[in-house]
């Protein structure tokens, strides 16, 4: 098992960055007038993930980090959401759709697992 140096060596690090990605390539073929809307908001919402990762795990405290995973958590969620919305306005397929939730998912278990080793009693 390899030893984790920085944050870009946590897995869910590298998921929330490919979730990030695969959302900003997705959501070039959005109407225009969603330009400032649902892309704009989608976008920094995947975005949020990582970044909130990383900046915990950057913190000085166990508390810091757990604090921004939770932030990270919310932001999956408000992905979760928007995806879905995209998805219902035809702006995404299913077939598009479902392995950006399924990669939500994946991401979504990792972080609970993290908060669930962080805040487990020691």
């Not at 060596?9 to 959302?23: F, G, P, T």
């Not at 073929?29 to 993930?49: H, W, Y």
């Not at 909130?52 to 950057?58: I, R, T």
């Amino acid at each position: 098992m390899s030893m984790i140096k920085t944050y870009r060596d946590l897995l869910v690090w590298q998921r929330a960055m490919d979730l990030a990605k695969v959302v900003y390539l997705s959501t070039q073929a959005f109407p225009k007038t969603e330009q400032f809307g649902l892309t704009n908001q989608l976008r920094r919402a995947v975005v949020s993930i990582a970044s909130n990762v990383a900046e915990g795990n950057g913190r000085g405290s166990t508390q810091d980090y757990v604090r921004f995973l939770h932030i990270a958590r919310g932001s999956l969620f408000e992905s979760q959401t928007q995806i879905d919305l995209a998805e219902r306005l035809a702006y995404l397929s299913a077939a598009d759709a479902l392995p950006l939730l399924s990669l939500c998912n994946e991401i979504e278990r990792m972080l609970n697992t993290i908060l669930t080793k962080l805040q487990a009693p020691r």
